[in-house]
């Protein structure tokens, strides 16, 4: 058993508990389309060049540069046109254009489009021939996209530990790759304790004295629900040592995190912590951080087990700046540093110098359009659940800090950085 009894800051438990979460992820090859938000185990390489051949970047008229440059003024035979999907089989000449659209293939010999909107006049003939001339002008660029504009045929086009996000997604469906190997699902059980909880539903007639919904189990099954994870609901176990060991040595042997919010304090019916010690390893049970100092970080066999504080804030806290992380970690092999932005305090926070605080806040633009400015949202205290449905983001005090008034500037993260992709 290993166990810390400094409370750690947040980036000593991350940088101690990484070194120390050993986990082996397997593969899985799937079908593309059945990939879509999977982490990638390995890398994947274009097919082919794209384009994979030389394509118009606008609708216009193909034609040889130098033709052009020599002599602007001059009317050009069209000879034919380009479509997206049919090609001009021929080849442009001296003094000749094809009509061209945007996506179709540049014809052999053209090297120049030519805008539609610089067409000055279009001259039909007998026999249905037609003549274009142009307007006075020095074009801006060739229009033409070369072969593997995009990406050349062998590219690493994305690597081991990023995540198949709809625009991946979509660039890899026009390399035409059909099938991406991906990190199988982390099996994660969350479980809640404590004999005051009863599952939601209950009608509330029928509490009894003392009693409250279960809501930390389902607030974390709602914060976890990514297609890396597969989740399984454990229930609620009562406040009893030998039941909290029992159910320990059982749930470990079958997921690879464990998830658990309550018993990891130092009360007498706080087991939790106890029984990590007990069976297994104890890495982390105390953070310098405000809500979340009693947490409970340590493994089971092969088993990873994040014991949560009780109280709902500590909860969310806790389990966005440490417990999420850490699992995405045993996925990918790196940790994704939350996006902070700096915004300016709207109203005062009061703050005790000693452990970093983070407060639930409103951060949006300020009214000038130059900046950000963030509320915080009142009542702090960490039963306030309701806090964080009226909030977008943390606001992050630091421990060597006091009081701060209105108008200071802090660093916020927004939710959306905390629990999408991963």
């Not at 709602?222 to 040592?241: K, V």
């Not at 069976?279 to 990873?304: E, F």
């Not at 995405?328 to 709207?346: D, K, N």
């Not at 009081?403 to 905390?418: K, M």
Request: charge should be negative; charged fraction near 20%; aromatic fraction near 6%.
């Amino acid at each position: 058993m290993a166990q810390n009894s400094q409370a750690l800051d947040l980036a000593e438990a991350i940088n101690q508990l990484k070194s120390e979460i050993k986990f082996q992820p397997g593969k899985e090859t799937l079908p593309l389309e059945g990939a879509l938000e999977r982490i990638l185990a390995a890398p994947v390489h274009a097919p082919l060049d794209m384009p994979p051949f030389p394509a118009s970047a606008m609708d216009g008229y193909a034609l040889r540069r130098l033709d052009f440059q020599d002599d602007p003024g001059r009317a050009f035979r069209v000879v034919g046109q380009s479509l997206a999907g049919h090609p001009y089989a021929g080849k442009v000449g001296s003094g000749e254009a094809v009509r061209i659209f945007t996506g179709a293939v540049v014809p052999t010999g053209a090297d120049q489009i030519i805008l539609q909107e610089e067409l000055a006049q279009q001259l039909d003939e007998d026999a249905g021939q037609t003549r274009v001339q142009f307007k006075p002008h020095q074009p801006g660029e060739s229009y033409v996209r070369p072969v593997a504009h995009d990406v050349a045929h062998g590219a690493q086009v994305a690597s081991p530990g990023e995540v198949l996000n709809p625009f991946l997604f979509g660039a890899l469906t026009s390399y035409g790759v059909s099938q991406v190997e991906v990190v199988k699902p982390i099996r994660v059980g969350v479980f809640s304790t404590g004999d005051e909880l009863v599952a939601a539903g209950t009608p509330a007639a029928e509490l009894q004295p003392g009693q409250i919904y279960d809501s930390n189990r389902a607030t974390v099954l709602a914060l976890l629900r990514n297609p890396n994870l597969h989740i399984n609901d454990l229930g609620r176990i009562a406040d009893d040592a030998d039941q909290t060991r029992e159910f320990l040595t059982r749930a470990s042997a079958d997921c690879d995190v464990l998830i658990t919010s309550g018993g990891v304090s130092v009360g007498e019916a706080d087991f939790v912590t106890r029984s990590i010690a007990e069976l297994g390893r104890l890495n982390v049970w105390k953070l310098n951080l405000k809500p979340g100092k009693p947490m409970a970080v340590g493994s089971i066999g092969g088993c990873t087990i994040f014991g949560l504080p009780g109280n709902p804030v500590s909860t969310v806290v806790t389990l966005l700046l440490v417990a999420r992380p850490l699992i995405f970690h045993m996925l990918t092999g790196t940790i994704q540093t939350p996006l902070r932005y700096h915004a300016e305090l709207a109203n005062d926070i009061q703050h005790r110098a000693g452990r970093t605080e983070f407060q639930r806040g409103v951060v949006r633009a300020a009214e000038n359009g130059t900046g950000l400015v963030v509320r915080h949202t009142g009542d702090q205290s960490s039963n306030r659940l309701m806090s964080f449905a009226q909030s977008n983001c943390l606001i992050e005090i630091d421990q060597s800090l006091g009081d701060l008034p209105a108008g200071s500037t802090v660093p916020v993260i927004p939710y959306w950085g905390l629990v999408e992709g991963g």
